[in-house]
């Protein structure tokens, strides 16, 4: 499974064999610290790519699991797994009913263990959390700002830096914002490779998602590292 995982991570775009190792080390924390419903839903993510969980695909998972098993005794095997699972009328499992019922069926020491992705050795791990990081950094996981002290952003504001951005290495930034370079890339895709509209919606996710946190002085700090000092009087 971990050889599957890792075949999941974004690829460089000049050596597709190539994880970024920016990116990597993005995931390696998320999976450091994430709970453990997090992990079960990026593992309902990663099963059907968001959609819902069918018994055929546990049939699937099953024969891999089992292989001794004829594949008679599987469908009948997949049926009862996605009941216990807590299916719905349609015999499909959604996300909260996944995460639900994985939890409900497995130990959580056990689940803990299951989940555990090593594939870092914690003892590297450890080492990479005691290294020291700008206390202001977006970037720092670890950051302590006290971001009430700073003003939320507003929509006009993410419009001029998108315009402005958009004539520039916008990518940098969205990259200094915790995306990757495939969120970028779908995103430019769904956009229609319209690079003001993509940076702007990327820029609204972002806010969304870091709500309180989403400060001008964060998105300053961002806009520096980037090397977008000239768009920091926006924020002003």
Same mark, same amino acid.
């Given at each position: 499974?971990? #050889?599957?995982?890792?075949?999941?991570?974004?690829?460089?775009?000049?050596?597709?064999?190539?994880?970024?190792?920016?990116?990597?080390?993005?995931?390696?924390?998320?999976?450091?610290?994430?709970?453990?419903?997090?992990?079960?839903?990026?593992?309902?993510?990663?099963?059907?790519?968001?959609?819902?969980?069918?018994?055929?695909?546990?049939?699937?998972? =099953?024969?891999? =699991?089992?292989?001794?098993?004829?594949?008679?005794?599987? $469908?009948?095997?997949?049926?009862?797994?996605?009941?216990?699972?807590?299916?719905?009328?349609?015999?499909?499992?959604?996300? %909260?009913?996944?995460?639900?019922?994985? $939890?409900? =069926?497995?130990?959580?020491?056990?689940?803990?263990?299951?989940?555990?992705?090593?594939?870092?050795?914690? #003892?590297?791990?450890?080492?990479?959390?005691?290294?020291?990081?700008? @206390?202001?950094?977006?970037?720092?996981?670890?950051? %302590?700002?006290?971001?009430?002290?700073?003003?939320?952003?507003?929509?006009?504001?993410?419009? #001029?830096?998108?315009?402005?951005?958009?004539?520039?290495?916008?990518?940098?930034?969205?990259?200094?914002?915790?995306?990757?370079?495939?969120?970028?890339?779908?995103?430019? @895709? =769904?956009?229609?490779?319209?690079?003001?509209?993509?940076?702007?919606?990327?820029?609204?996710?972002?806010?969304?998602?870091?709500?309180?946190?989403?400060?001008?002085?964060?998105?300053?700090?961002?806009?520096?590292?980037?090397?977008?000092?000239?768009?920091?009087?926006?924020?002003?």
């Amino acid at each position: 499974m971990k #050889k599957d995982f890792l075949q999941h991570f974004p690829r460089s775009k000049s050596d597709h064999d190539a994880i970024p190792f920016g990116h990597f080390i993005m995931v390696m924390f998320w999976l450091d610290g994430a709970s453990l419903d997090a992990k079960l839903a990026g593992v309902f993510l990663y099963l059907n790519n968001g959609g819902p969980i069918t018994a055929p695909m546990i049939a699937v998972l =099953l024969r891999y =699991l089992y292989t001794d098993v004829k594949d008679s005794e599987i $469908k009948p095997l997949s049926i009862q797994c996605m009941k216990q699972l807590g299916s719905n009328e349609n015999g499909e499992l959604n996300q %909260k009913q996944f995460v639900e019922g994985v $939890k409900r =069926l497995i130990p959580r020491d056990e689940l803990e263990e299951i989940l555990g992705f090593n594939i870092v050795p914690a #003892k590297l791990l450890d080492e990479v959390n005691r290294l020291p990081s700008p @206390e202001l950094s977006v970037t720092n996981p670890r950051s %302590k700002l006290n971001f009430q002290d700073y003003d939320l952003i507003s929509n006009d504001e993410l419009q #001029k830096i998108s315009l402005r951005a958009s004539r520039k290495n916008w990518p940098k930034l969205a990259y200094k914002l915790g995306f990757l370079e495939y969120d970028v890339e779908a995103y430019q @895709e =769904l956009k229609n490779y319209d690079s003001e509209a993509t940076i702007y919606a990327l820029l609204q996710i972002w806010r969304e998602e870091e709500g309180d946190t989403a400060t001008k002085q964060r998105l300053r700090e961002a806009l520096s590292e980037s090397g977008l000092d000239e768009l920091i009087p926006i924020l002003n």
